[in-house]
């Protein structure tokens, strides 16, 4: 299926809006303790503000390990994104399936704290991309 630029636009800004969206809401999971949830919030931020990259630039993915191997191979490996970036995917995405499917481990607000500054400079990166795009 091929988009319009309009659509495209759009669809980024969907993206874009539903990644902001769950940044607030990782924020206010994190006020009332509810920290596994508020690690599935930071993980889909991040899923989210990937997605407006790749409507951007052609991409497409079906599933959340496909989007971690598109991300690596069209803008880490390149060199568009900082590699620390890659490493951080991977972590966020292995947090947030632990934090919603396992029952022995708990996601604590520590790792919380830990990544949740990289999601946002990530975010930010991302958004600057598609601004010069």
């Known amino acids: 299926m091929s988009l319009t630029n309009e659509d495209k636009q759009v669809l980024m800004q ?3 809006d539903k990644c902001h969206t769950c940044l607030a809401d990782g924020e206010q999971l994190l ?3 509810s ?3 508020a690690a599935n919030r930071f993980y889909y931020a991040v899923f989210h503000a990937i997605h407006a990259l790749f409507v951007a630039n052609g991409i497409y ?3 959340h390990h496909g989007t971690n191997a598109q ?3 069209h803008f880490i490996k390149t060199g568009i994104i900082d590699p620390k970036y890659g490493h951080f995917i991977a972590v966020m995405e292995n ?3 632990k934090a919603d499917y396992d029952v022995i481990y708990d996601v604590t607000r520590e790792d919380i704290e830990a990544l949740k500054p990289v999601a946002y400079e990530l975010v930010e990166q991302i958004e600057k991309l598609l601004n010069t795009k």
Do not use: V
């Open 14 to 16: 969907l993206h874009l």
């Open 31 to 33: 006020k009332i303790d």
């Open 35 to 37: 920290i596994s949830a």
């Open 61 to 63: 993915s079906k599933s």
């Open 71 to 73: 991300f690596h191979q």
């Open 95 to 97: 947090m947030r399936e």
